[in-house]
């Protein structure tokens, strides 16, 4: 039964019986429960789920904290002081909504390492990139002889980054789900990358889910500005630092590319940084990466020297344009970690030539509209193989601009890939969709999509 607010008297903190309910038992909510563990605390674990993914862990672990399963337990949100919801828990639960009406506290994970780090933060989001960059400047910072710890929406969770030794700077990844339940960070730098339509199924409009991603300019630190993008371009606020970059002609003070005697030229106005070619990540839109990771870096004061020799190490993340290997003249690319449309539109624009892309895409589109994939398909795309869920759909914005064939699974759409490529051409796996229709995630998808290149080869 729905209960309203008024059935709820507002319990004093003597008449709280938790002091955190932890809400989520993936990665994000064991992290948490690691955390709050044995600080002489009241602490509670919920999950919606039945089987959550860190249920044994939990009970292995953590044996004295109650776990509550299946629907959120509405009396055990309101005996809390405060939730600890995980990233993929909309805050907008009618439970938690009506938690926070009677005044229970919410928090994530990310809220509560920015209370105890003390360390400068470089703080990454956008819709596009952000893995990319955020490896990027890690690697620049430990290249320039300082330590460095990263983690948040990459790799290690961001509460687990408070163990051992505090580094010189902590470099985040950072989520749109993240930054809703964030209000006390205060990164030394941060970046919004660009805006694209992602996660439309969670956020009613694109405004709402930029208006969460520009959160991380919260703060009082340098803020890095893509003069590209639409929305982030046009992001300023008084009295606070900036750096910016474009992939253009840079003014003074701003990253931006030159052309010199016809060669491309990464500059900082009119100092010239290093030639394009000379970058080791593929593709236009690795470009923009590397100026947003340059910029972080002079933002929190790294020096050049420093910088480039963690750019010329830094060889790309798995599942993001990464090259697989080249058969019989065609070049095969893995971007399984494309998973929405502005991702997928970047790979193509910045990896294709005149028509010699052949593009596997599909998978849950999460409500986005694929319109803006046909400007970036057409003149590049040859052919289009399509899989999953949302296949019709993206016929349907495609098959207008391009060859359109449909693929039952994974294999099929690489074999098909492979009849239908001739020398030269690029074979591209960048969904532009969530993989969860047919794989357990995004890197699953890419493993898949690799084996099957694999069997290719050996045939």
Same mark, same amino acid.
């Given at each position: %039964? ?38 002489? %605390? ?97 690697? %620049? ?165 420093? %910088? ?152």
């Amino acid at each position: %039964m729905s209960l309203a607010i008024n059935h709820f008297t507002r319990m004093t903190n003597v008449e709280k019986k938790f002091d955190l309910v932890i809400l989520g038992l993936g990665k994000t909510g064991i992290s948490c429960a690691r955390f709050f563990s044995g600080r002489n %605390m009241a602490l509670a674990l919920m999950d919606s789920r039945m089987q959550p993914p860190g249920l044994e862990m939990a009970k292995n672990s953590f044996p004295e904290i109650p776990v509550y399963l299946g629907q959120f337990d509405q009396n055990v949100l309101l005996s809390a002081r405060e939730l600890i919801v995980s990233p993929g828990i909309p805050i907008s639960d009618p439970a938690i909504s009506l938690a926070t009406s009677a005044g229970v506290a919410v928090a994530g994970d990310i809220e509560i390492f920015c209370r105890h780090a003390t360390s400068p933060i470089v703080a990454v989001t956008g819709s596009n990139g952000k893995s990319t960059v955020a490896s990027l400047i890690h690697k %620049m910072i430990e290249a320039s002889g300082r330590s460095a710890k990263l983690g948040g929406n990459i790799g290690t969770p961001a509460l687990d980054l408070l163990q051992g030794p505090e580094p010189e700077f902590y470099v985040l990844e950072l989520s749109s789900f993240q930054l809703e339940t964030t209000s006390s960070l205060d990164a030394a730098a941060a970046v919004v990358l660009n805006i694209s339509e992602d996660h439309m199924d969670r956020y009613a409009n694109l405004q709402e889910y930029a208006i969460a991603k520009f959160r991380i300019y919260d703060g009082s630190g340098t803020l890095v500005i893509n003069l590209d993008d639409k929305m982030v371009g046009t992001y300023f606020r008084k009295n606070r630092k900036s750096i910016c970059f474009t992939a253009m002609e840079p003014d003074k003070n701003t990253y931006g590319v030159r052309k010199l005697a016809g060669q491309e030229v990464i500059a900082w106005g009119d100092d010239v940084i290093c030639p394009v070619k000379d970058i080791p990540i593929q593709g236009r839109h690795n470009i923009a990466n590397t100026l947003a990771a340059l910029s972080l870096g002079t933002a929190i004061g790294l020096p050049m020297p420093g %910088m480039l020799a963690g750019l010329r190490d830094f060889v790309g993340l798995p599942h993001r344009c990464q090259w697989l290997q080249r058969i019989n003249g065609v070049d095969w690319y893995n971007d399984s970690k494309g998973t929405n449309v502005g991702a997928s539109c970047a790979a193509i624009e910045g990896l294709a030539g005149d028509n010699n892309l052949i593009l596997i895409a599909g998978g849950d589109g999460k409500g986005a509209d694929f319109a803006p994939l046909a400007s970036a398909v057409v003149g590049r795309v040859r052919a289009a193989i399509l899989i999953g869920r949302d296949a019709q759909r993206l016929a349907a914005v495609l098959g207008k601009v391009t060859a359109v064939y449909f693929a039952l699974d994974m294999d099929a759409a690489v074999r098909l890939a492979h009849e239908q490529s001739r020398p030269q051409d690029i074979v591209l796996l960048s969904p532009a969709c969530a993989s969860l229709d047919m794989f357990s995630d995004y890197q699953h998808r890419g493993a898949v999509f690799a084996q099957a290149v694999a069997r290719i080869e050996q045939a």
